[in-house]
Every structure is written in structure tokens, then in C-alpha cells.
């Protein structure tokens, strides 16, 4: 299975690829992921217990928020910082990987399972962009094939393991004798 750090190099090009292409659609506006690089974003979700899994810790802004007549909540909105430019990381991480992999001229178990922990990484963050309403775009959809390609990969890195081929020996070295002067007469 040589192909395999290979493979795992281009799916993290396949990633970086999508990170300058359109992430997702707000509104009219396409936004992608290098657009996003230290933006902030409302995000009404950290208000609603249903979407913090149960947790009643809200942030001080959901308070203080007034519902209006249209059943929409107003007034300022917790911002966090946007997500998407994180999720690409997983690209970097498995160009790492593969770079590894190359130059010690194996992929072994430990650096599987590393690969596949950044494709669960890649694949979770369009998911997580679907569940709060964005429509998604080709850079999505390129992170996700990147994600699911280095979790193929993973998964064969785990199940099939490379073999190491030993190194031929060197061929022995004569010893060094000392010369012998020639005395001529």
C-alpha cells in the first residue's frame, strides 16, 4: 500500500483547493472560507437549549433578548468567531501526515489513525454549517471529499499495513593495512 501517503496528499490539496472557493451562501452573498479569516458572526443557536444539547448556560446577550412581533428574537446576538477557516486545518494536518509518511517511506498505524481523526474533522464541519441553516457551496463540498478520502485512507492504512523492506548490507570494507615502503637499492 505505497499509493496511500499519496492519496492522503492530495486529498489535503482537494481541501486547500476548497478553501479559497465559496464556503457557503449568507443571504445573496457567497462567503468562503479565506473571507471568513478572523470575522465574527451572530449566532442566535447559543440561545436556544435545544441546540446547546441541554446545557443552560447561556451567554449574557440571550438574557437580555426581547422577542418581537414577528417571533424573532432582537437586540445583539452572542458572537463567536466564524468557524469554517478551523475546519481546513484538517488539510494542514493531513499534508503533515503525508509529508511524514513520505519521508520515512511508510505509513504506519499511528499516523492512520491521525489521518483519520482529521478526516472526521473534515467531513463534520460542513455538517456542522448544514445544521444551522447555510446554504453550502463548493468549498464544503471539497472538504468533505478531502475528509472522505483520508478516512479511506485511514481505514486502509489500518487494515493493511506496509511492509518495511529491510536495507540491502553494505558490501563489507577490505581493511586498511598499513603500505610497505619499497626500498630501493
Known amino acids: 500500500m505505497r499509493w496511500l501517503k499519496f492519496v492522503l496528499l492530495v486529498a489535503s490539496c482537494v481541501g486547500a483547493i476548497g478553501f ?3 464556503f457557503r451562501y449568507t443571504g445573496t452573498r457567497a462567503e468562503s472560507a479565506h473571507d471568513l479569516i478572523g470575522q465574527s458572526e451572530d449566532d442566535w443557536s447559543m ?7 441541554g446545557l443552560n448556560l447561556p451567554p449574557d446577550e440571550c438574557r437580555h433578548t ?3 412581533g414577528d417571533g424573532e428574537p432582537m437586540g445583539p446576538a452572542p458572537r463567536h468567531y466564524a468557524y469554517p477557516p478551523f475546519f ?3 488539510c494542514v494536518m493531513m499534508a503533515v501526515l503525508a509529508g511524514i509518511a513520505i519521508l520515512r517511506r511508510r505509513f504506519d498505524g499511528l499516523l492512520a489513525l491521525l489521518s483519520i481523526v482529521a478526516a472526521l474533522v473534515a467531513i463534520g464541519g460542513p455538517l ?11 468549498g464544503a463540498a471539497l472538504l468533505a471529499i478531502s475528509g472522505a478520502l483520508a478516512l479511506a485512507v485511514g481505514i486502509a492504512g489500518m487494515l493493511w499495513r506496509e511492509e518495511v523492506r529491510p536495507r ?5 570494507r577490505p581493511p586498511e593495512l598499513p603500505e610497505a615502503r619499497v626500498l630501493s637499492r
Do not use: K, M, Q
Open 20 to 22: 479559497f472557493l465559496p
Open 47 to 53: 440561545c436556544d437549549a435545544r441546540e446547546t444539547r
Open 66 to 68: 426581547t422577542i418581537g
Open 88 to 90: 481546513f486545518l484538517s
Open 128 to 138: 456542522r454549517e448544514a445544521r444551522h441553516h447555510h446554504v453550502l457551496s463548493w
Open 168 to 172: 540491502p548490507p553494505r558490501p563489507p
